[in-house]
């Protein structure tokens, strides 16, 4: 019969549950186990204190005695202190009762044998007159004890007195107490692995029986998984309820505080974030503007219908360099128009020249240089602010391509270094790129149905505390009804059908605003006037007084203006 290999023995992992109760039996009994050693070293001290209270008190009631005064001159004070100190030692319950004269002789002692010789004990300092005591190894073993000197009417030392109580006497008392404490001591330890047995016996029930290895394991893969996603990550039951929100989503929605357990309604987003959360079909790379971000939003359903997963990519840094850039192209389509139209004027004075028209020649270019350089000069006398002044110049080359005049107007005034780094150089080029982009539109579009040539109105200049920007147009003007919803992500007047990108330059416009504490204001003069004030001093936020709607829809506020 052939031998069969056998398994090795399975390790015994006990559960999370078992270890805590080993622990906490451990820690129960640590702590019991100290308070009584502390209580008892407290008992201990107690008593030594009151033995010491106790023989210093005999002491001195003997010392005081007028007939220990008057045996200490007698021819035999033995014979008149040893009946007198046994009686006092039997009645106060010490151990000894010593009288000795000035040398350390004992005249009495409760073993007669010891009566005549020197006491064992420090007395140097009841020969000085005082009362000490010690604890001290004499004939009956180590005692508490304390010496005191017998003073006669000139107050001159006679006599030393010493009693004790030995430190053997002292534990027999203790024992008791010592008893009653152990009893007190085990019991609780008892009542505390009881109480340790049933909280462990539910948490078992609750860890399903899992040792602490396999539930780290289950929590670092939770972790992991949250913090390895890049992308804001949100689970919604089927009650559109915050199951799980990761950091990412947090920074991206501008969530504080505890968000688990609250419908999505109430997280202070934007109305459209929400719609588009809560609707019944899946969401694919929708755009969305939150007060302070552009995110892509993509949903897909749990299982049937269990829940949502929100999956959140940030897209601002995209958009305001999107924004940048077709800055950049605009200024590069102008550059090229100008060199353009500079190399036909070149053409006209060369040509004019080789005619002999020389004076003419000198007056063309003349009056070319100077209308250029107009506007250039206005722009850099007003704005020194470099970058403001690059995009006006910028722009205006873009609109008077596109047949729109760009005017600053005199007020407009910056000095270079005022405003403060919080009010960064591309918030500015989203306010004001955006709004002068959307005002050569509507200035170009009103001009078809108006017989003044199309023109856009730029004022930027400090107002007292504030950065103001103010374009306005010569165009159609923003309608009544559509107020409210001219700064909302997909409005657009604009009916070319292109999509995209259309409706958002605004919907920017505004989101800058607010991360910087600013206000927009639409107004309208002969068409749209829209007017941007951005706070030159930091904008603080007060903590805790914030509501979910402010978190949600930023500081800067927006007024309608007649």
Same mark, same amino acid.
């Given at each position: 019969m052939?031998?069969?290999?056998?398994?090795?023995?399975?390790?015994?992992?006990?559960?999370?549950?078992?270890q805590?109760?080993?622990?906490?039996?451990?820690?129960?009994?640590?702590?019991v186990?100290?308070?009584?050693?502390?209580?008892?070293?407290?008992?201990?001290?107690?008593?030594?204190?009151?033995?010491?209270?106790?023989?210093?008190?005999?002491?001195?009631?003997?010392?005081?005695?007028?007939?220990?005064?008057?045996?200490?001159?007698?021819?035999?004070?033995?014979?008149?202190?040893?009946?007198?100190?046994?009686?006092?030692?039997?009645?106060?319950?010490?151990?000894?009762?010593?009288?000795?004269?000035?040398?350390?002789?004992?005249?009495?002692?409760?073993?007669?044998?010891?009566?005549?010789?020197?006491?064992?004990?420090?007395?140097?300092?009841?020969?000085?007159?005082?009362?000490?005591?010690?604890?001290?190894?004499?004939?009956?073993?180590?005692?508490?004890?304390?010496?005191?000197?017998?003073?006669?009417?000139?107050?001159?030392?006679?006599?030393l007195?010493?009693?004790?109580?030995?430190?053997?006497?002292?534990?027999?008392?203790?024992?008791?107490?010592?008893?009653?404490?152990?009893?007190?001591?085990?019991?609780?330890?008892?009542?505390g692995g009881?109480?340790?047995?049933?909280?462990?016996?539910?948490?078992?029930?609750?860890?399903?029986?899992?040792?602490?290895?396999?539930?780290?394991?289950?929590?670092?893969?939770?972790?992991?998984?949250?913090?390895?996603?890049?992308?804001?990550?949100? @689970?919604? !039951? %089927?009650?559109?309820?915050? &199951?799980?929100?990761?950091d990412? =989503?947090?920074? +991206? /929605?501008?969530?504080?505080?505890?968000?688990?357990?609250?419908?999505?309604?109430?997280?202070?987003?934007?109305?459209?974030l929400?719609?588009?959360?809560?609707?019944?079909?899946?969401?694919?790379?929708e755009?969305?503007?939150?007060?302070?971000?552009?995110?892509?939003?993509?949903?897909?359903?749990?299982?049937?219908?269990?829940?949502?997963?929100?999956?959140?990519?940030d897209?601002?840094?995209?958009?305001?360099?999107?924004?940048?850039?077709?800055?950049?192209?605009?200024?590069?389509?102008?550059?090229?128009a100008?060199?353009?139209?500079?190399?036909?004027?070149?053409?006209?004075?060369?040509?004019?020249?080789?005619?002999?028209?020389?004076?003419?020649?000198?007056?063309?270019?003349?009056?070319?240089?100077?209308?250029?350089?107009? @506007?250039? !000069? %206005?722009?850099?006398?007003? &704005?020194?602010?470099?970058?403001? =002044?690059?995009? +006006? /110049?910028?722009?205006?080359?873009?609109?008077?391509?596109?047949?729109?005049?760009?005017?600053?107007?005199?007020?407009?005034?910056?000095?270079?270094?005022?405003?403060?780094?919080?009010?960064?150089?591309?918030?500015?080029?989203?306010?004001?790129?955006?709004?002068?982009?959307?005002?050569?539109?509507?200035?170009?579009?009103?001009?078809?149905?108006?017989?003044?040539?199309?023109?856009v109105?730029?004022?930027?200049?400090?107002?007292?505390?504030?950065?103001?920007?103010?374009?306005?147009?010569?165009?159609?003007?923003?309608?009544?009804?559509?107020?409210?919803?001219?700064?909302?992500?997909?409005?657009?007047?604009k009916?070319?059908?292109?999509?995209?990108?259309?409706?958002?330059?605004?919907?920017?416009?505004?989101?800058?605003?607010?991360?910087?504490g600013?206000?927009?204001?639409?107004?309208?003069?002969?068409?749209?006037?829209?007017?941007?004030?951005?706070?030159?001093?930091?904008?603080e936020?007060?903590?805790?007084?914030?509501?979910?709607?402010?978190?949600?829809?930023?500081?800067?506020?927006?007024?309608?203006?007649?």
């Amino acid at each position: 019969m052939s031998a069969r290999t056998l398994p090795p023995p399975r390790r015994l992992v006990r559960s999370l549950a078992g270890q805590l109760f080993v622990v906490q039996v451990v820690i129960v009994a640590a702590v019991v186990a100290g308070g009584a050693v502390l209580a008892y070293l407290f008992t201990a001290d107690r008593a030594e204190d009151a033995a010491r209270r106790q023989v210093t008190a005999v002491a001195r009631a003997v010392a005081d005695s007028p007939a220990v005064r008057d045996a200490v001159a007698a021819p035999d004070p033995t014979g008149v202190l040893q009946p007198y100190a046994e009686r006092v030692r039997v009645d106060t319950g010490v151990s000894f009762v010593t009288v000795m004269d000035t040398g350390g002789v004992r005249w009495t002692h409760p073993l007669p044998e010891q009566i005549g010789r020197t006491f064992l004990g420090h007395t140097d300092w009841a020969l000085a007159g005082e009362t000490r005591s010690e604890t001290y190894t004499g004939t009956l073993g180590p005692s508490v004890r304390v010496v005191t000197p017998v003073l006669d009417e000139r107050r001159r030392v006679v006599a030393l007195v010493s009693a004790g109580i030995t430190v053997q006497s002292i534990s027999a008392q203790l024992r008791g107490p010592l008893l009653a404490l152990a009893g007190v001591a085990a019991a609780a330890l008892a009542v505390g692995g009881i109480g340790t047995y049933l909280a462990n016996s539910r948490l078992r029930r609750h860890t399903h029986g899992m040792g602490p290895a396999e539930l780290s394991h289950l929590y670092e893969y939770h972790q992991a998984t949250l913090h390895a996603v890049r992308e804001g990550l949100v @689970l919604l !039951d %089927r009650d559109h309820r915050v &199951v799980l929100c990761n950091d990412a =989503a947090r920074e +991206l /929605l501008a969530l504080e505080g505890p968000v688990e357990g609250r419908p999505v309604a109430e997280l202070g987003l934007p109305a459209a974030l929400v719609a588009a959360v809560s609707g019944a079909g899946p969401v694919r790379d929708e755009v969305h503007l939150t007060a302070e971000r552009v995110v892509v939003l993509n949903t897909s359903t749990i299982g049937t219908g269990l829940g949502r997963v929100l999956t959140l990519r940030d897209h601002t840094e995209l958009q305001s360099l999107s924004g940048e850039l077709d800055s950049v192209r605009g200024f590069t389509e102008a550059l090229g128009a100008q060199t353009h139209e500079a190399a036909n004027r070149l053409h006209a004075v060369v040509s004019l020249i080789e005619l002999g028209r020389h004076r003419e020649a000198v007056e063309f270019a003349t009056a070319e240089l100077a209308l250029a350089q107009r @506007l250039t !000069d %206005r722009v850099v006398a007003a &704005v020194g602010e470099p970058v403001l =002044a690059a995009l +006006l /110049l910028g722009k205006a080359a873009q609109a008077a391509e596109r047949g729109v005049e760009l005017t600053l107007t005199p007020d407009s005034s910056i000095d270079d270094g005022v405003l403060p780094p919080h009010l960064c150089a591309r918030d500015l080029i989203t306010v004001l790129g955006n709004l002068i982009d959307n005002a050569v539109d509507a200035a170009i579009a009103g001009a078809a149905e108006s017989p003044e040539p199309p023109e856009v109105t730029v004022t930027a200049r400090i107002d007292g505390e504030h950065l103001l920007l103010r374009v306005a147009d010569t165009g159609a003007g923003i309608a009544p009804g559509a107020v409210d919803d001219v700064f909302r992500r997909g409005w657009s007047t604009k009916e070319d059908g292109r999509g995209g990108g259309r409706g958002l330059g605004l919907a920017l416009v505004a989101q800058a605003a607010r991360r910087n504490g600013g206000t927009v204001e639409v107004g309208r003069d002969r068409g749209a006037v829209l007017t941007v004030r951005l706070p030159l001093a930091r904008p603080e936020r007060a903590e805790g007084t914030e509501s979910a709607r402010e978190r949600g829809h930023g500081h800067g506020s927006l007024v309608v203006a007649p």
